[in-house]
């Protein structure tokens, strides 16, 4: 969960898979996190489509990211993670 916007944790896992992938493909040439969308991945889950229209995507993608780090959301570690009552 990132403020009013709800996804499924395997779409999270997803967004995160694809945004390490594109960080580290030329180590020499890695992208900043700030300038990266994965809105252009093909493989992008559905849902995060209508994300892509917004101005603070970015900002989205990197905060939902962050809270996938270490699986820290299947312990409900996370303030991020929805379902944790």
């Known amino acids: ?9 395997e779409s999270v896992k997803k967004l995160k898979e694809l945004m390490d992938e594109n960080r580290h493909i030329n180590p020499r040439m890695m992208v900043p996190m700030a ?6 991945e093909k493989h992008l889950p559905e849902e995060f ?3 892509c ?5 970015p900002m989205i ?4 990211s ?4 270490d699986d820290l959301c299947e312990i409900c570690a996370n303030a991020a993670c929805a379902g944790c009552f």
């Open 49 to 51: 489509r209508p994300v």
């Open 35 to 40: 300038s990266y969308s994965p809105c252009q």
């Open 61 to 64: 993608f990197r905060r939902l």
């Open 1 to 9: 969960q990132d403020g009013d916007l709800k996804f499924s944790l």
């Open 53 to 57: 229209k917004r101005e603070d995507a």
């Open 66 to 69: 962050l809270a996938a780090e």
